[in-house]
């Protein structure tokens, strides 16, 4: 079967880092996607990562293994508008992304 | 921009009643999608539209139906709601053969259904 697991909650101070990890297991894999929504809102693209390794972009970094089904998404310099939920996806092999049921991050001050 | 609009924002709806949850974008995208999302639950995919013209079925279908009459607009329809079916729906859009396959998602409809 499908699945994604993810932590269903998070606590971290403002200014830490903080990683959220992800595992995947879906039928092919055409990618491993990372959202963010805010209560109430949408969910809004983050990050994409198709090969091993380590993608950068600002505060956020996500990395992926593929061989482990494994991804995470770290956070740097913690500010308080990152209070989010933090969703994973894996891109199927009919590229249907199948999601996590994400990481509520509650961010202390 | 308007990028991707859903209506209504927000819908109280009697139990075997039928609606229709309008969703519009103006990205000209060739795929469109049907989520919802349940606490606890990740997104839940109802159904697709990988172009204009053809529809295919999600996780979830049962109760719903869509129709892709062109590129822009693609309403989802409960013929007659249930309960099980309160929840909130996002719309979503992507460029299928894009670099990153990234789906954009419209503000979001709540239903509930009594």
């Known amino acids: 079967g499908q699945n994604i697991d993810q932590p269903t909650e998070m606590t971290a101070t403002e200014g830490a880092i903080v990683q959220i990890n992800c595992t995947y297991q879906?039928?092919?894999?055409?990618?491993l996607f990372w959202y963010q929504q805010h209560a109430g809102e949408a969910p809004t693209f983050l990050s994409y990562?198709?090969l091993d390794g380590l993608e950068e972009k600002g505060r956020f970094s996500s990395f992926l293994s593929r061989s482990k089904g494994y991804s995470y998404l770290l956070l740097k310099e913690l500010q308080m508008k990152d209070s989010a939920s933090y969703l994973c996806?894996?891109?199927?092999?009919?590229?249907?992304?199948?999601w996590g049921a994400g990481t509520k991050l509650i961010i202390k001050p | 921009t308007a990028g991707i609009t859903q209506a209504p924002t927000s819908q109280i709806l009697a139990a075997g009643r039928s609606m229709t949850l309008r969703c519009t974008q103006d990205?000209?995208?060739?795929?469109m999608y049907w989520y919802r999302q349940d606490l606890g639950l990740g997104l839940r995919l109802i159904h697709y539209?990988?172009?204009?013209?053809?529809?295919g079925k999600g996780e979830v279908p049962d109760g719903y139906s869509v129709s892709r009459a062109n590129t822009d607009d693609f309403p989802l329809t409960l013929a007659s709601a249930v309960p099980s079916q309160t929840s909130v729906y996002f719309c979503?859009?992507?460029?299928?053969?894009?670099?990153?396959?990234?789906?954009?998602f419209g503000p979001g409809t709540r239903l509930t259904v009594l």
């Open positions: 979503a859009t992507s460029e299928v053969g894009a670099e990153s396959n990234e789906q954009f």
């Open positions: 990205m000209r995208h060739n795929a």
């Open positions: 539209s990988n172009t204009a013209g053809t529809t």
């Open positions: 879906t039928s092919g894999f055409n990618g």
């Open positions: 990562n198709v």
């Open positions: 996806a894996s891109m199927d092999s009919n590229y249907q992304l199948i």
